[in-house]
């Protein structure tokens, strides 16, 4: 049994699924936009795909699969997961509609879809770069957010709350989005979304859809209130403590988005706000929790030959794309988190101290520092990596919670100002 | 120093795998890899880590500055990984090697020599073909010894934090010793990936 894994070079879950594919016994092959150095040496366990290109990905995975068949498809990302989607279209093998997947990465045609079919979302409009803020900036709604269609981890994602805020926020995004990694990406990048700011308290939910029925698999709670003016995140921490009747409207919006999209199979992520309104999409991608969380998650313990041990979201991901069976998708009794380091300020990460004096804080397991020497660090709006990460484990979220916070107040990033 | 000046930081591969990065070298010969109990018979530091309660280990590696375990129980690494640094501070605090020199013939009749053996057939397909590919990145692999039939390597330049770094270890180098020298029962990379300066692939949130 034959897995392509769709891994962009710049993305954190290389290991995760990679090692998940590999406990799990099948034949993998990685597929990424460049290509390795060993690609001529192992042609069936290495291949480059044109990411930029879906179809053309498609038709290069049709080639190859007619030597190597393929049997499941696994995206990590955004686009990647439109990718998939072409593949699995392409193979006939278990997928999303590419038309699905195109409209979950598009921040403008999700929130259309949703709205015609009564999702709640916020109210929004579509600007182009070239519109005249101080124009716009008379007929907005106060407060609002401005946000790129495609950007992830909340780049250039800004509130306003006034007209001079409008003007000041679209500018920023604009320039954002005429930064030369983003400016060649599309007609995408010379849109802005401006949408209403909806207050509450914010949830991402992940799941798994199979022939478009979601199954919850964990909500987190975001106690760090995200109000802006950027929103970079910081801790994800489950089981939620929304009331049960919240958690039910929320997972009865994520599947209502779903529905809207054409979603059929695979992993999801949303981020979803629930107020005295009720639950509103915020934004629901076809693809797992990115960065390094997904390692806040395990699921029941399953017998293996050496004993028992537990299953990670990759497992799942990689089963249901490959039919296999799944163990039973109850996560672990104990709770857990994660917090993404922020961004402490712009400029070149020279050290990090304090990681053994955070790693021993009690129920933290882990301290992840995922950047580089040398690496220039940029913060929020314009930025969009974490420092690294922190995990732990405990027998509520509100320790889980509190350890997170101790272990990150032990840490010191040493930062010089970039020349 | 005291064991408590000694700083220790673990890096989770999964959960059956952690490196430990400590502030001090802990063996300077080259790498060691114990397999059994039996194996670390003598080694402090690694008699220790197999005796945790609990944890099944199933295998130590020390090579400087780092020690790698894999265990089999499901525990987690927070508590294992509390027993494992009490270990390694107790053998460095100890007074005497943490881990003895590796001997001259392994307890297993036969494994040295033919360890000697495939040492050299990968020495000479990483010299002729693994590093010449790699480097096409800005990376280098060091092999550091093979142990019962598993190689150990350490990346450098490029590969060293790369975001690729596991499917160039994986779908790259374990596929060509599976080709070209298929006794080879395992590849452990040793790589202290954090401390890499210049990644060829920087991962970003996605």
């Known amino acids: 049994m034959r897995l392509l894994l769709l891994l962009p070079t710049v993305t954190y879950r290389t290991v995760a699924f990679v090692e998940a594919a590999r406990r799990l016994g099948i034949e993998v092959t990685v597929a990424s936009e460049r290509p390795s150095t060993f690609e001529r040496a192992n042609p069936t366990g290495l291949v480059t795909l044109d990411f930029a290109d879906p179809a053309h990905a498609a038709a290069q995975a049709r080639a190859f699969a007619r030597a190597h068949p393929v049997h499941g498809v696994v995206a990590v990302d955004d686009d990647t997961a439109v990718v998939a989607a072409a593949i699995a279209q392409e193979l006939g093998i278990r997928g999303n509609p590419v038309a699905a997947a195109r409209a979950a990465r598009d921040k403008h045609q999700q929130r259309q879809l949703l709205a015609a079919a009564g999702v709640a979302v916020p109210r929004f409009e579509l600007l182009t770069i070239a519109a005249d803020p101080e124009r716009v900036a008379g007929r907005a709604a106060y407060p609002c957010v401005l946000k790129p269609l495609r950007l992830s981890a909340s780049r250039g994602v800004v509130r306003a709350d006034d007209p001079p805020g409008f003007v000041a926020a679209f500018r920023r995004v604009q320039a954002i989005l005429e930064q030369p990694d983003v400016a060649g990406c599309g007609d995408w990048a010379r ?11 914010e949830v991402a939910v992940e799941g798994l859809v199979t022939r ?17 003016p950027f929103f970079e995140e910081t801790i994800y921490v489950t089981p939620s403590r929304l009331a049960q009747t919240a958690q039910l409207a929320v997972a009865a919006c994520a599947q209502a988005a779903v529905d809207a999209l054409g979603l059929r199979e695979g ?3 949303a981020e979803i706000r629930h107020n005295d309104r009720g639950a509103w999409l915020i934004e629901l991608a076809a693809r797992p929790i990115g960065g390094r969380c997904s390692g806040a998650l395990r699921f029941e313990m399953r017998e293996t030959e050496n004993g028992k ?20 998708l109850e996560r672990e009794e104990q709770a857990s988190g994660v917090m993404m380091i922020p961004v402490p300020g ?25 950047a580089h020497p040398g690496q220039t660090l940029v913060p929020w709006p314009e930025g969009s990596r974490y420092p690294g990460f922190i995990f732990a484990r405990g027998e509520s979220s509100e320790a889980v919670e509190a350890a997170l916070r101790a272990a990150h107040a032990r840490l010191e990033l040493l930062i010089e100002p970039a020349d | ?29 080259g790498v060691r890899r114990f397999a059994s109990p039996d194996e670390a018979r003598g080694s402090p530091l690694a008699e220790a880590i197999f005796a945790i309660p609990g944890a099944d280990v199933s295998e130590v590696i020390v090579s400087g500055n780092l020690v790698t375990v894999v265990k089999r129980s499901p525990a987690a690494w927070p508590v294992v990984g509390k027993a494992v640094g009490q270990a390694i501070r107790a053998a460095l605090a100890g007074g005497q090697p943490a881990v003895t020199s590796k001997p001259a013939a392994s307890p297993k009749a036969g494994a040295a020599p033919v360890d000697d053996a495939l040492y050299e057939r990968v020495a000479d397909l990483f010299e002729s073909q693994v590093n010449p590919m790699v480097a096409r990145h800005g990376g280098r692999v060091e092999l550091i010894d093979v142990q019962d039939a598993v190689v150990m390597v350490r990346m450098a330049g490029g590969c060293q934090g790369c975001g690729m770094a596991d499917v160039t270890l994986r779908q790259g180098i374990e596929a060509m010793l599976q080709q070209h020298v298929p006794e080879v029962k395992g590849i452990v990379d040793i790589t202290d990936h954090t401390a890499g300066s210049n990644p060829y692939f920087a991962a970003a949130k996605k």
């Open chain 1, 212 to 228: 478009g029925s979601v199954r919850v698999l964990t909500i987190f709670d975001k106690p760090d209130p995200l109000d802006g």
């Open chain 1, 191 to 201: 849109h802005i979304l401006v949408e209403e700011f909806v207050p509450g308290r």
């Open chain 1, 346 to 370: 712009a400029g070149v990460l020279r050290d990090v101290r304090g990681v053994g004096e955070a790693r021993a804080v009690p129920l933290v397991e882990e301290v992840a520092i995922t």
């Open chain 1, 267 to 269: 992993p999801i992520h």
């Open chain 2, 1 to 29: 120093m005291s064991a408590a000046d000694v700083r220790i930081t673990a890096e989770p591969i999964d959960n059956g795998r952690c490196k430990f990065l400590v502030s001090e070298p802990l063996h300077a010969g």
């Open chain 1, 309 to 328: 041990r537990e299953t990670s979201l990759e497992e799942i991901i990689i089963r249901h794309a490959l039919g296999m069976e799944l163990p039973t």
